[in-house]
């Protein structure tokens, strides 16, 4: 067309009428559509908000808007034209009325002078959502995951009743405050997807919810990652996630811990501390008017305990360094558990507490993901954290009664806990080991240590697989129970083909126990994307491709280049017939950072009055036995509050470590 006037060449060759029809953004067909979207989606969400209340099934998603332009926050079509309409610069602006009004005290902080001087609303801090502090307050009707269509309400009120039932008890009872489908509707819709998605994924009939419910879980993350109002009960719904979706927990957690610290979550430590010890002398009166505070102050900071037990149990399993661990409220838990109600959850959560700062005092010294190896100067600090494991064990296992719906589990969890803190620990003198024995042993310093660690990784085994309720419950523990199993297994694989001429292994006994694991997990009914099932798979191939060419290869009844002397109640024996100490009772961090997995755990019930006796080989060999190599040693106790370079002549500048989640390659 030429000088930009009709007709077009197309139009003369064809000789016909050419007519020029100017078409530009502005001509409201973009808008036009956009509002129809959004006018037809109020209308579906509208009808199924009157069906639900009528109890009849809702409509199906609308199909013709899968592509459409998305809802804001403001309930409005967001489209291209308009992207940035609200970075207005009015609207980045505080409105208050004495912003000229100066402050005559020093600011707290200096982004509070930046605050006081710009008045940028970015720059404010956040605060927690009044609806999540005032206990009982009425919402409106909620816009969540069963209104818009994507849930039907029927599946949405088994998920949550499967989960409140048993998996919330394994968590300290994290939810216990909800009792049905609609309590949740009304708290929080972030909440109500997490739980959603939890139950979903343990439900072997439950995959096509369970892929619902993560891609719309996915969505309200990215809401909440920039909401400048927080919810407490968002905040419960990440924690759930964070322990249970163990393709979302590493970036959940930060985002949680970060927007936990930004409302200041862990400050509500003095506030109950102060209520706790007041209260005894406090009218009833009083007591009336500042319960809700208190009871508030106390979700707070159990939600704060629950956050650092995931960030420590993830900073293992990632070997990277974890965001909290030195808050007040961290370092003087015993006196939050003194001030608090006699409670097993609360005596639950503090074992915890307790033991990850042991472990964290442990990967504070030797590093994290390093592959140095440890001089042998170091034995007495291992020796050390052994022996506080000891102490933490047989304390915590005689505060346990029984559950009234999870039975014995809170107690062995205690034994699964300790034989994977042992792991931990005692792995440590793998670092940097090479594979061949008879160019560089292990020193010999460290061979009990080393032996111990096989000893403690076959115990988790045999809990697991031995206790029943534990294999129950598998499918609903938090991930990181599952990565202890995994984890244990492919310790065991990696010793018995890499470092077998370092210790002594069974080789027919390791092949057998992971075949048990592996029949189990096959057997276990949940969802396709359960870690359980990934476990079993992973397992048979590193049998195949590791452990039985390994053992063809090898001369009958040697492992390594030691003989391993067999016995009839399946205890390893050392070449002099000497027997070791029951599989039960160690545990320790490998230093081989391509080993990947943890998984359940098995906690055999022990006695709390005898310590702690392993219950593998002989049920009355205590743990103790296990200690009589140290007796000429002088323990002493690690000062958790004390800088670890006391523990030490040199300093130590490595990071925490932990596990990889990666392939054994």
Same mark, same amino acid.
């Given at each position: 067309?030429e000088n930009?006037n009709?007709?077009?060449r197309?139009?003369?060759?064809?000789r016909v009428?050419c007519?020029?029809?100017?078409?530009t953004?502005?001509?409201?067909?973009e808008?036009?559509?956009?509002?129809?979207?959004?006018?037809?989606?109020?209308?579906?969400a %509208?009808?199924?908000e009157m069906r639900?209340?009528q109890s009849k099934p809702?409509?199906?998603?609308l199909?013709?808007?899968?592509?459409g332009?998305?809802?804001?926050?403001?309930?409005?079509?967001e489209?291209?034209n308009?992207?940035?309409?609200?970075?207005?610069l009015?609207?980045?602006v505080?409105?208050?009325p004495?912003?000229s009004t100066?402050?005559?005290?020093?600011?707290?902080?200096p982004?509070?002078?930046?605050?006081q001087?710009t008045?940028?609303?970015?720059?404010?801090?956040?605060?927690?959502?009044?609806?999540?502090i005032?206990n009982?307050?009425?919402?409106p009707?909620?816009?969540?995951i069963?209104s818009?269509?994507l849930?039907e309400?029927?599946?949405a009120d088994?998920?949550?009743?499967n989960?409140?039932?048993k998996?919330? $008890?394994?968590l300290y009872?994290?939810?216990?405050?909800?009792?049905?489908?609609e309590?949740?509707?009304q708290?929080?819709?972030?909440?109500l997807?997490?739980?959603?998605?939890?139950?979903? *994924?343990?439900?072997?009939?439950?995959d096509?919810?369970y892929r619902?419910?993560q891609?719309?879980?996915?969505?309200?993350?990215l809401d909440?990652?920039?909401?400048?109002?927080?919810?407490l009960?968002?905040?419960?719904?990440?924690?759930?996630a964070?322990?249970?979706?163990?393709?979302v927990?590493?970036?959940v957690?930060?985002l949680?811990?970060?927007r936990a610290?930004?409302?200041?979550?862990? !400050?509500?430590?003095?506030a109950?501390i102060?209520a706790?010890?007041?209260?005894?002398?406090?009218?009833?009166?009083e007591?009336? %008017?500042?319960?809700?505070?208190i009871?508030?102050?106390t979700?707070?900071?159990k939600?704060?305990?629950?956050l650092?037990?995931?960030?420590?149990?993830?900073?293992?399993?990632?070997?990277?360094?974890?965001?909290?661990?030195?808050?007040e409220?961290i370092?003087?838990?015993?006196?939050?558990?003194?001030?608090?109600?006699?409670?097993?959850c609360?005596q639950?959560?503090?074992?915890?507490?307790?033991?990850l700062?042991?472990?964290s005092?442990?990967s504070?010294?030797?590093?994290v993901?390093? !592959?140095? #190896?440890?001089?042998?100067i170091?034995?007495p600090?291992l020796?050390t954290f !052994?022996n506080?494991?000891?102490?933490w064990?047989s304390t915590?296992?005689?505060?346990y009664s $029984?559950?009234?719906?999870?039975?014995?589990?809170?107690a062995?969890?205690?034994?699964?806990?300790y034989?994977f %803190?042992?792991?931990?620990?005692?792995?440590?003198v793998?670092?940097?080991?090479?594979?061949?024995?008879n160019?560089?042993?292990?020193?010999?310093?460290?061979?009990?240590i080393?032996?111990?660690?096989?000893q403690?990784?076959m115990?988790?085994i045999?809990?697991t697989?031995g206790?029943?309720?534990?294999?129950?419950?598998?499918?609903?523990l938090?991930?990181?129970?599952?990565?202890?199993?995994?984890y244990?297994?492919?310790?065991?694989?990696k010793?018995a083909?890499v470092?077998?001429? =370092?210790v002594?292994?069974?080789?027919?006994?390791?092949?057998?126990?992971?075949?048990?694991v592996?029949?189990?997990?096959?057997?276990?009914e949940?969802?396709?994307? $359960?870690?359980?099932?990934?476990i079993?798979k992973?397992?048979?191939?590193?049998?195949v491709?590791?452990?039985?060419?390994?053992?063809a290869?090898?001369?009958?009844?040697?492992t390594?280049?030691?003989q391993?002397?067999?016995?009839?109640?399946?205890?390893?024996?050392a070449? !002099?017939?000497?027997p070791?100490?029951d599989?039960?009772?160690i545990?320790?961090p490998?230093?081989d950072?391509?080993l990947?997995?943890d998984?359940?755990?098995?906690?055999?019930?022990?006695?709390p009055s005898? #310590?702690m006796?392993?219950?593998?080989g002989?049920?009355n060999?205590?743990?103790?036995? *296990?200690?009589r190599?140290y007796?000429?040693?002088?323990?002493?106790?690690?000062?958790?509050?004390?800088?670890t370079?006391s523990?030490?002549?040199?300093?130590? =500048?490595?990071?925490?470590?932990?596990?990889?989640?990666?392939?054994?390659?």
């Amino acid at each position: 067309m030429e000088n930009g006037n009709p007709p077009c060449r197309r139009c003369q060759r064809r000789r016909v009428t050419c007519t020029l029809r100017r078409q530009t953004l502005g001509d409201g067909k973009e808008d036009l559509s956009a509002a129809l979207i959004h006018d037809l989606r109020n209308i579906h969400a %509208a009808l199924n908000e009157m069906r639900s209340a009528q109890s009849k099934p809702l409509l199906p998603p609308l199909m013709s808007t899968s592509e459409g332009p998305q809802e804001t926050d403001l309930g409005t079509p967001e489209s291209p034209n308009r992207a940035d309409s609200g970075m207005e610069l009015d609207m980045l602006v505080e409105e208050d009325p004495q912003s000229s009004t100066v402050n005559a005290d020093i600011d707290r902080t200096p982004i509070d002078s930046l605050y006081q001087i710009t008045r940028l609303k970015s720059l404010r801090s956040h605060q927690i959502a009044p609806q999540s502090i005032e206990n009982g307050s009425q919402k409106p009707s909620p816009r969540d995951i069963i209104s818009r269509g994507l849930l039907e309400h029927a599946d949405a009120d088994r998920l949550v009743q499967n989960y409140l039932s048993k998996s919330d $008890h394994y968590l300290y009872d994290i939810a216990s405050k909800y009792k049905d489908l609609e309590s949740l509707r009304q708290a929080s819709p972030l909440l109500l997807v997490a739980i959603c998605a939890t139950s979903a *994924l343990q439900d072997a009939s439950s995959d096509r919810l369970y892929r619902i419910c993560q891609a719309e879980l996915r969505k309200l993350i990215l809401d909440f990652l920039f909401t400048p109002v927080l919810d407490l009960e968002d905040l419960r719904g990440l924690v759930i996630a964070s322990f249970w979706l163990s393709d979302v927990s590493w970036t959940v957690s930060g985002l949680v811990i970060r927007r936990a610290l930004e409302v200041e979550l862990q !400050n509500s430590f003095g506030a109950v501390i102060t209520a706790n010890s007041r209260s005894h002398a406090a009218s009833n009166s009083e007591n009336s %008017a500042n319960g809700q505070d208190i009871e508030t102050a106390t979700e707070r900071m159990k939600l704060w305990y629950l956050l650092y037990i995931c960030d420590q149990h993830l900073s293992i399993l990632y070997a990277r360094t974890p965001m909290l661990g030195n808050q007040e409220s961290i370092r003087n838990y015993e006196t939050y558990l003194a001030s608090m109600p006699d409670s097993l959850c609360n005596q639950r959560v503090m074992s915890q507490v307790s033991l990850l700062r042991i472990l964290s005092t442990a990967s504070d010294l030797f590093g994290v993901g390093s !592959n140095e #190896r440890i001089p042998t100067i170091f034995k007495p600090q291992l020796d050390t954290f !052994n022996n506080q494991i000891d102490t933490w064990a047989s304390t915590w296992l005689s505060c346990y009664s $029984h559950h009234p719906v999870v039975g014995e589990y809170p107690a062995k969890a205690v034994s699964l806990h300790y034989y994977f %803190a042992k792991l931990l620990i005692c792995s440590y003198v793998f670092r940097g080991l090479t594979h061949d024995a008879n160019v560089d042993p292990i020193p010999a310093g460290f061979r009990q240590i080393a032996q111990m660690a096989v000893q403690c990784a076959m115990s988790i085994i045999d809990l697991t697989i031995g206790d029943p309720d534990l294999a129950t419950a598998l499918v609903g523990l938090p991930h990181y129970f599952h990565s202890m199993v995994a984890y244990a297994c492919a310790f065991l694989i990696k010793t018995a083909t890499v470092y077998r001429g =370092h210790v002594d292994i069974d080789m027919d006994l390791t092949q057998d126990k992971i075949k048990q694991v592996i029949q189990l997990c096959n057997s276990i009914e949940c969802g396709q994307h $359960h870690l359980v099932r990934w476990i079993g798979k992973g397992l048979q191939i590193l049998l195949v491709n590791c452990l039985e060419p390994t053992q063809a290869t090898q001369t009958p009844g040697a492992t390594g280049s030691s003989q391993q002397i067999g016995s009839t109640d399946g205890r390893f024996l050392a070449g !002099n017939g000497t027997p070791y100490p029951d599989p039960k009772r160690i545990l320790d961090p490998l230093s081989d950072p391509e080993l990947v997995w943890d998984a359940a755990r098995q906690a055999t019930f022990i006695d709390p009055s005898k #310590r702690m006796y392993s219950q593998m080989g002989d049920p009355n060999i205590p743990f103790s036995h *296990l200690d009589r190599q140290y007796e000429s040693l002088d323990y002493g106790v690690v000062d958790l509050n004390h800088n670890t370079n006391s523990l030490t002549g040199p300093e130590a =500048h490595m990071e925490h470590f932990g596990l990889g989640l990666g392939l054994l390659r």
